[in-house]
């Protein structure tokens, strides 16, 4: 009976329930229906249309809706490089100069700002109008001929260098080199374009420290003589260069290279940059000091067409091998960390990021230190959207891609190491920073061997590797081919200072190349963990040369020239970075932990002097009687 009450009294309560929402859901549609409604257009909408003229009465495009939350996006984060002023025309506004209608909108967007404005009411007080003198022509820092238009090869010698500012040494090298990245199609073997090049120097060095370095003794030792044998290529000057499709075994016959290649007098000139810089390495150096081809290949990097992007095999982080239009190849590295950050101290070295900045700097600073061991590097914005997505054939990769929340473009790719949706790569909203390395020639062409280093790290979280362990490890090495003879161990040395410098702890192989046999210069490759600390230096870098006690005589006295105030290492790669179209690359500490880190190196080698019975143990004479 109990029971049964019970039940009865759950029915007649889930009975009420219902009622009472049944009860709830007419009265509100009685209030729907009944009510007479009025809507209120948004505020925001209100404003929007009359900014772009749309009547207010009319719905806005979903179009302008969607620009103006890309607008409103903060651009203040890590992409320095992306000025806000240039967003409308990266999301796709499509306005042409000169149509009275668009020159309508933007007057009267103008005069809209300068209501209520107090920087518009300061300019227009009478403090701010009080009258210059009239101008003469003596008054004038220029006199033109107003009948005369603008010739480069007319003007070389005289109006572009009297233009030029060379009073500061950042602005001297960067504004040289403008010409160079508005697009000059300078083809190099031509007599008159080699005369502007060598003119154009003459003025870039008025006030420039960089350029002044190198005009150094130090910086002019020269090499041994080149012969064939010390030449990584042999080449038919006779011969025409026909491209090799990447995607097929067949040659490109020589009538379509031409077409899609320089031509000139002899057969060098149909040679794309990147292929006169292989035919140019030697045995000795990767590129010559003055190489004339640098700048343009430099350029070439950060302004040539991208026709293909695809995922670099192998390796712990995402790389890209981006193709150009003569198929020419090169390293993408994209942009993981601002340029302020730094490596927390609880990361293991063989964990931490590879960042793009590292390589660009990296390029600059071993040129600097004269090793010229790096491949040429340039800082890049690449368009992820079309100059990656669009064009990859990489599937895996291509599965990768996503909008954020944020609604700008990512993708993450294949790797070892941070390559998920919670380490993305993200545009802002589809524009990515990243390093553009010139490759070296295909392993087939130009064998190359990977040696380990004898200094290698354990990449263990708790083993220490030999030479942490032993003091007298160098005395092993010594005895070891190819250390026991020759300069290997001296050139090893040279790259545990460039790493020291930069603060990279991650080198554990290097390679050379296999034609030239032990006799030859190292490949400084795989910078990206440098210049990820600036506070504090890593001085388990410099076991090779405490150890073995052992320096080059002119890698010592070139150390030594940058310690000095006129050619202080921070400022000449400062100032060589400013022409980086991704400048500024470094964060002034990682520039003053620079010279704090060559003092510590000098020091390293005055303790060695001290010890040493002889000078001649510590420093290895290889300048002779130049020095």
Known sequence: MRCRLQTLLQRKFKISLLLL???????????????????????CDVKASKAVGIPSGSPMPASLKKLNLRILQDFSGSNGSLEKSSQPQREGLRLRAGE?????????????????????????????????????ERDKLFIINPMEKFSLQSSRSDNLRILQDFSGSNGSLEKSSQPQREGLRLRAGEPEIQQQHEEGNAGWTKGSKLAALFEHPLYNIPVPEVTERDKLFIINPMEKFSLHSSRSDEWVSSSKAETLLPTGKTAYDTYPTWLKFHVGITRYELYPRRDPLLPTLLRDLATQRIVSSVQKSGGTQLKLIMTFPNYGQALFKPMKQTRDQETPI??????????????IAAFHLDRILDFRRIPPVSGRLVNITKEIRDIT??????????????GNVCFYGECSYYCSTEHALCGKPDQLEGSMAALLPDKTLAKRRSWRSPWRRSYHKSRKAEWELNPNYCAQVRETPPYDRGHRLLDLIDMTILDFLMGNMDRHHYETFEKFGNDTFLLHLDNGRGFGTHSRDEPSILAPLQQCCSIKKSTYLRLQLLATQ???LSDVLREALAADPLAPVLAEPHLRALDRRLAKVLVAVGHCLARAARQEEVLVDDVGSWV
Request: glycine residues 4%; contains cysteine.
């Open 393 to 406: 054939t990489d599937k895996k990769l291509a599965k990768t891609f996503f909008i954020s929340p944020a």
């Open 566 to 568: 006129p050619y202080r």
């Open 21 to 43: 929402l049944l009860l709830a859901l007419v009265v509100h549609l009685v209030m729907d229906f009944a009510l007479p409604t009025a809507r209120r257009p948004c505020s």
């Open 346 to 359: 609880d990361f293991f070295y063989f964990s931490d990021f590879e960042r793009h900045n590292a390589e």
């Open 100 to 136: 009275p209608e668009i020159q309508q909108q933007h007057e009267e967007g103008n005069a809209g700002w300068t209501k209520g404005s107090k920087l518009a009411a300061l300019f227009e007080h009478p403090l701010y109008n009080i009258p210059v003198p009239e101008v003469t």
